[in-house]
């Protein structure tokens, strides 16, 4: 039978001028490239997904810190309220 003895070996092709250049599988190198650059994309979108986790967490607790503010404009440290300051007491004369 013609070819059945050679399975494994690899088939050479004639380029002419004296070049003989061998056909090579490159099934597993594929793979091989395939699964480092799956990885990679992988490690990029877990990085990004990270960076705007982290950013939407920080928005939302400046948000939760403004809140605690009084933004009504009075502060009860100026305009005389009771208990507002310590009472202060006028100054003894000698």
């Known amino acids: ?6 399975r494994g070996k690899a088939l050479a092709r004639w380029l002419g001028a004296g070049l003989l ?3 090579v599988d ?3 190198t594929l793979i091989i490239l395939a699964v480092v650059g799956g990885v990679i994309g ?5 990085m990004l997904l990270k ?3 982290t950013f939407i967490l ?9 809140c605690l503010v009084s933004s009504s404009g009075n502060d009860n440290t100026e305009n005389g309220l009771p208990g507002s300051k ?4 006028p100054p003894t004369k000698v």
Do not use: H, S
């Open 1 to 6: 039978m013609p070819g059945a003895g050679d």
């Open 21 to 23: 250049v061998e056909e």
């Open 26 to 28: 490159n099934t597993v």
């Open 42 to 46: 992988l490690l990029i979108l877990i």
């Open 51 to 53: 960076k705007l986790i």
């Open 58 to 66: 920080k928005k939302t607790q400046e948000k939760k810190k403004e």
């Open 86 to 89: 310590a009472e202060e007491k």
